[in-house]
């Protein structure tokens, strides 16, 4: 198994968080992986975006023209990733904020509400965790275990209190996104 994810939004959404979280869930569970950030000046409130492949055997190069998996997060993002998916492949996109939603037949596109389920949870800063969830729902890349090892490896210790709510975003996300009808 190697799947080539991409994730893209606007800095200051937990983009690169998600990439690395997503990348030491991988090393916890013996895989090889890379994490690669890109990101403007303007890394607050400017497009930001994270290559990461999970394999089980060794990754050739990590750079990337084309993915299994894209995550986008914004319009501009939808815009730049959607031709790059390959045929086959995997969009996931939260709906808050896109105006013109995916138009290729030959991905599956999932929709996830996130920004959504991350207000009704009251706290916005789990919304890269709810996405996630999303992900490990459709395409399991990682185990939630391996996700729970990660949070606490990349997490400094006095923000482990809030594994637990992370935990429990990853789960919500599961249960929220929804196969767009093509």
């Known amino acids: 198994m190697e799947k080539e994810i991409i994730i893209s939004g606007f800095g200051g ?22 994490w690669m950030p890109a990101y403007g000046p303007e890394q607050r409130g400017g ?9 089980d055997e060794r990754i050739s190069s990590p750079i990337l023209s ?16 959607e031709p ?28 996830i509400d996130a920004m959504d389920k991350a207000a009704e949870m009251k706290n916005g800063k789990i919304f890269n965790m709810i996405v996630l969830g999303g992900l490990l729902e459709v395409c399991p890349v990682v185990s939630h275990a391996g996700m729970e090892k990660a949070l606490y490896k990349t997490l400094p210790e ?23 009808a093509r």
């Open 13 to 34: 959404q937990g983009v690169l968080s998600m990439g690395k979280i997503l990348a030491y869930s991988g090393l916890m569970e013996g895989k090889e992986v890379t």
């Open 47 to 55: 497009t930001a975006n994270v290559t990461v492949i999970v394999s």
């Open 66 to 81: 084309t993915y299994d998996i894209a995550i986008v997060l914004n319009q501009p993002s939808l815009d730049k990733f």
């Open 84 to 111: 790059k998916v390959k045929p086959g492949g995997i969009l996931i996109y939260d709906g808050y904020g896109i105006i013109n939603p995916p138009t290729r037949s030959d991905i599956t596109v999932y929709r």
């Open 158 to 180: 006095r923000h482990h209190g809030l594994i637990p709510l992370n935990m429990q975003a990853l789960e919500e996300g599961g249960k929220i996104i929804s196969r767009m």
